[in-house]
């Protein structure tokens, strides 16, 4: 399997994992289950994904633009660019997009503008995809690029959360096991970390299940995971922990991991893009059902012109053009 299979596969699956877990999005399992049973696949007609397909769009832009030369004033005026001066406003937008956007109009720069109320929001981890898919087999690389794209949106937990997906999908990318996969998020983070300490103990929750011979058990998944005080479902290690559940209980497979992460509700767009693009990493674009595979084009309904019409897999073939010619 080749690095470009590789490439279109991971960001091919991130837009399918954040259309399908979109319908379920800020819900709780439980009431996934009753509207819709067991996720198999879509659960509706509507395959478009949210502004974490376009945001991972806006990022791929900015790696072909600078490659492994972008710097946060590049990211910064990017966003002072395209976003900033946006009328009509953000549809769909998380609240740190939005908090990174008031902050940039008030003259702050990177870091700075990625200080506020919600700096450790998964905003950066559902985007992060694409650096790992350009710095293919160098997690150290992929996860200083996203601290670089994010120090303009996030800062502390949020940029942890973002490098612990860069690299395991830069790890991915080089075929190794899930193992391998989940050691590399960790190891890119500080260990004292939240986000570190929700990879092991996702992977701790799974490993219960296994030895115990049943299958993973969600609600004690959500009770180690989430924080129950906040009531907002955006938290980044939070996000980063049940899609790393999912991936390592469905042992990277595509078909099994993105139905899985979705299932678990919470940030469901968010946790099923992640764990769509480290599966499509893993296992290459061949691996991702028929049925499933066509997926449009950025809709552009957050970001407008600047993303519309963007396909992910032209995006994920150009960033491993760009990378090879560098």
């Known amino acids: 399997m080749n690095q470009t299979d590789r490439a279109r596969g991971c960001l091919v699956g991130l837009a399918i994992g954040d ?18 049973g067991e996720v198999t696949g879509f659960l509706t007609d509507a395959r478009s994904g949210t502004d974490d397909t ?21 990211v910064a005026d990017a966003w002072v660019e395209h976003l900033a001066g946006r009328t009509g406003g953000f549809p769909g937008a998380g609240f740190s997009e939005l908090g990174t956007v008031e902050n940039l ?100 929750c799974v490993e219960n299940a296994v030895r115990s011979g049943r299958s993973l058990d969600v609600p004690a998944l959500l009770e180690a995971l989430v924080t129950r005080r906040y009531p907002w479902t955006d938290l980044g290690p939070e996000a980063v922990g049940l899609a790393f559940a999912a991936f390592i209980a469905g042992d990277g497979r595509f078909d099994t991991v993105v139905p899985r992460a979705v299932s678990m509700g919470r940030d469901a767009d968010t946790t099923a893009a992640i764990s769509g693009a480290l599966a499509g990493a893993l296992c290459g674009h061949g691996s991702i059902p028929p049925e499933w595979v066509e997926i449009g084009p950025v809709t552009g309904r957050c970001l407008g012109d600047v993303v519309r019409g963007l396909m992910l897999s032209d995006l994920a073939e150009r960033l491993v053009e760009v990378h090879d010619a560098e």
Not at 19 to 36: C, D, K, Q
Not at 54 to 74: K, P, R
Not at 106 to 131: F, I, T, Y
Not at 164 to 177: L, N
Request: hydrophobic residues 55%.
């Open 19 to 36: 259309a399908m877990g979109a319908p379920a999005e800020n819900m709780t399992a439980e009431a996934i289950a009753a509207r819709w």
């Open 54 to 74: 376009e945001y991972a769009a806006f990022s791929a832009l900015l790696l072909l633009e600078h490659g492994s030369a972008l710097t946060s004033e590049h």
């Open 105 to 204: 109009r008030a003259g702050l720069r990177p870091p700075a503008s990625g200080e506020h109320v919600h700096s450790w929001s998964d905003g950066l981890a559902m985007r992060a995809a694409v650096h790992g898919v350009f710095a293919a087999s160098d997690p150290a690389e992929a996860a200083r690029l996203a601290a670089v794209d994010g120090a303009v949106s996030h800062s502390g937990e949020g940029v942890y959360a973002g490098q612990a997906v860069a690299a395991a999908v830069a790890t991915a990318m080089s075929g190794a096991d899930v193992e391998t996969i989940v050691d590399a998020a960790v190891q890119v983070v500080p260990a004292d970390s939240w986000t570190a300490q929700a990879l092991i103990q996702a992977r701790v």
